[in-house]
Each structure stands twice: as structure tokens, then as C-alpha cells.
């Protein structure tokens, strides 16, 4: 299983955050410090016996966070549960000096792995993203990383407006230049409600059109296969054991522990979700002695869905026995066998017996895909 801790505050508004509300000049460390462990303790009585193999400190800016508080949480989840030998402990920054000034004593708390946003290589699209560093501070940080954590990782923002193939491709292989396991590579999606979405409503915005961004797909996949780091998920990128142990748990939909404000998790046959604003965490906390706003049963049409839909996103494609098993759903209920036929015909998916998988060929239309295959739909109500 994983655990995952959220830190709910920013130290600076970007314009993508949903936490900007969490922006804080001043935290009650000691505050947290208790409510943190409390909650944490009550999700492992609710999970006992499991072995823990990784750990995520993410949310606001969680490398802000005091290392020593990072390390006591570390010590209380590896005391609740069993850690795994080769338990994997990330942690997300920003790739600003203030932050790698923390990475020594990070390390030595016993974060293994971080997990880096420098998003771009070049300061005029840092500046439209709007982010607060530059490139060479990025850098900076990033070399600092390099030095104090075994495992780093750093994401990179591509089909941005106006960018070209030959462009994005001078960007990628000086990003794999630097040597890092784990590459995280998004294309640049207009979300509803942000900033981008005005731009683009105003014609102030041009996103890049489909055939672009399929072509640059391709472009990544290539690139970066043939530098050792094949993709592992729809857009993430590893050497062989470096992929995200963490995320792993994600896509193949098993369980999860969340604590902290906002924290999502995954217990069974039960989504959890803690109070989202930070007072109200802490009334919580007070009351209740746990951070909960949310048991929500899971019915197995969704257990089955939500399976198939992370794990789809893989290269190594899903197990349908392990999902039907898992979810009490039949196996030939889960799929569209006559649409499976067709896509493995037209070689978007592969299947041998129960397992499935999208193709190099099909993922680009991964979206399209799913939504013809995926048999399973759960109950209206939902």
C-alpha cells in the first residue's frame, strides 16, 4: 500500500493552483505536527497489517515543510505499518533555491526520491506558465537534487503555443541530458475556469491543433525510448526501476492512505476524502480526532471502471481476472469484447487471454479508446 500527506499551503498564488486559498505568511507547526499524526494514526487502525512501500509528500509546497516534522511523520507511518526494503519516500518541489536550501536536511529525514517542476527550459514560457523561477535557478535546484536524493524526477510541459517539433525535441534531449531515471512529460491541456481557458475564449491563445499534438506525442515516445527511458505510463518516463512506485499504486488501483487537508485515499471498497480548507481539517481534527469529510462506498461497477481506466493508462495494460477478482464484477462484463477485437485488428490493443493492453500505436487516441472498450459504467446515481 502507499501513503500519501498532503501539505495544504503555498508560499506564493500561481495561476493553476487550486490551493491559492491556502497561501499562509505563518503556520502553527506544532498545530500541525499533532493533527498530521492523529490523523495519520487513525487510517492505519483502519488498514492494519499492510506493508507500506511508499511514501508522497505533496499539496502546496510540502518541501517547505520542517524536516523535522517530514521525518517524524516518516518515523509514525514506518512504526503504524511495515516498511517495505525498498521503500520509496517522495517528495514534491519547486525548483526554487529557497527549497533546495532544504534538501540536505530532507535527506537526511529520510526522503529518498523528489520530485521536481521545473516545467520548462527556457524563461519566456516559464513566465507565460507563471511560474516563479527561472531557468537557471531551476538548474540550480535541480543539480542540488541530484546531489542529496538517489531518485529525482523532474516534469516537463510540451505542445505549448507555438512550439514547434524541431523546437520541443532540442528541449527534451537537453532535459535527458541531465542524467535523471524519471521524466514526467505533459501536454499543455486548457483546463475550464483557468486563466489559459479566458486566454483562449479572448483569441489572445492559440493551443496547438491535434495533428500537432499527436505528432509530438510520437516525437516524445521516440526520443525518449531510445535514450533508455521508455514510456511506462501515458506520460511518464523511466529507466527500468525507476519508475514511480508510488504512482504505480495508483494505476493499478490498489490501496492508499491520504491524511492531511484535501487528501484523497482509497481503503477497500471505500474512497476517502479529508475536509479540503485547512480550519476546517483542524475542527475536524478537534471533533473527531481525524480529518475525514468523506467514507463513500464504492460499488463494484466503479471499482471495475476506475480499474480499468488507471490501468489502461500503462504499458503493461491490465489483468482483467485481477480486476473482475477485486471487484466482484465478471470478467466478461468488464470489456466490450467485439470493440477489443476490433481494436486489436486495427492494432491500437493487444490481448493475450486476460490480459489487455493499449498499443504504441493506440495510445495517442488512449481517450477514445477507453471510452469504446470500457463495457463497465456504474450505477447512474454516481
Not at 536550501?101 to 514560457?125: C, E, I, K, P, W
Not at 514547434?164 to 505533459?186: C, I, K, M, N, V
Not at 505528432?215 to 527511458?229: C, M, N, P, V
Not at 525507476?242 to 487528501?263: C, F, K, M, Q, V
Amino acid at each position: 500500500m502507499a501513503l500519501y500527506i498532503h501539505w495544504p499551503f503555498c508560499v506564493s498564488k500561481c495561476p493553476y493552483c487550486d490551493f491559492n486559498s491556502h497561501v499562509r505568511d505563518t503556520v502553527d507547526i506544532a498545530q500541525w505536527h499533532h493533527a498530521l499524526l492523529a490523523d495519520l494514526a487513525h487510517e492505519a487502525a483502519l488498514l492494519p497489517g499492510r506493508t507500506l512501500g511508499s511514501i508522497f509528500f505533496g499539496g502546496g509546497t510540502p518541501s517547505l515543510m520542517p524536516p523535522a516534522l517530514v521525518e517524524t511523520l516518516i518515523g509514525a507511518a514506518t512504526t503504524h505499518w511495515a516498511a517495505s526494503d525498498t521503500i520509496e519516500i517522495t517528495l514534491e518541489a519547486n525548483p526554487s533555491s529557497v527549497e533546495a536550501a532544504r534538501f540536505a536536511d530532507l535527506a537526511r529525514a529520510g526522503v529518498n526520491r523528489v520530485s521536481l517542476g521545473l516545467q520548462a527550459l527556457d524563461d519566456a514560457t516559464l513566465g507565460f506558465l507563471g511560474r516563479a523561477h527561472g531557468v537557471d535557478e531551476g538548474l540550480r535546484a535541480l543539480a542540488t537534487a541530484q546531489q542529496h536524493f538517489s531518485r529525482v524526477s523532474f516534469d516537463l510541459i510540451y505542445a505549448r503555443p507555438g512550439q514547434s517539433p524541431d523546437q520541443w525535441e532540442a528541449e527534451l534531449r537537453r532535459a535527458l541530458g541531465f542524467g535523471t531515471g524519471h521524466l514526467s512529460l505533459y501536454q499543455l491541456t486548457i483546463e475550464p475556469g483557468t486563466r489559459f481557458e479566458t486566454l483562449v475564449r479572448r483569441g489572445e491563445l492559440i493551443p496547438a491543433d491535434d495533428d500537432l499534438c499527436a505528432d509530438l506525442f510520437d516525437l516524445t515516445r521516440d526520443i525518449t525510448a531510445s535514450a533508455g527511458l521508455p514510456a511506462y505510463e501515458i506520460s511518464n518516463h523511466a529507466r527500468p526501476g525507476e519508475e514511480s512506485r508510488h504512482n504505480l499504486t495508483y494505476w493499478r488501483y490498489g490501496d492508499y492512505a491520504g491524511i492531511g487537508p484535501g487528501a484523497h485515499g482509497r481503503r477497500g471498497a471505500l474512497a476517502t476524502e479529508r475536509h479540503r480548507k485547512p480550519e476546517n481539517y483542524l475542527s475536524a481534527m478537534d471533533r473527531n480526532g481525524h480529518g475525514l469529510a468523506i467514507e463513500r462506498p464504492l460499488d463494484p461497477a466503479t471499482r471495475a471502471m476506475e480499474a480499468l481506466l488507471m490501468g489502461l493508462r500503462l504499458a503493461e495494460g491490465v489483468d482483467l481476472a485481477r480486476i473482475a477478482a477485486r471487484s466482484g464484477v465478471a470478467l466478461d462484463a468488464l470489456i466490450d469484447g467485439k470493440a477489443a477485437e476490433r481494436l486489436v485488428g486495427l492494432g491500437l490493443a493487444r490481448r493475450d487471454g486476460d490480459h489487455i493492453t493499449v498499443t504504441e500505436k493506440g495510445m495517442p487516441l488512449l481517450n477514445a479508446i477507453l471510452a469504446e472498450i470500457v463495457a463497465i459504467e456504474p450505477p447512474a446515481a454516481l
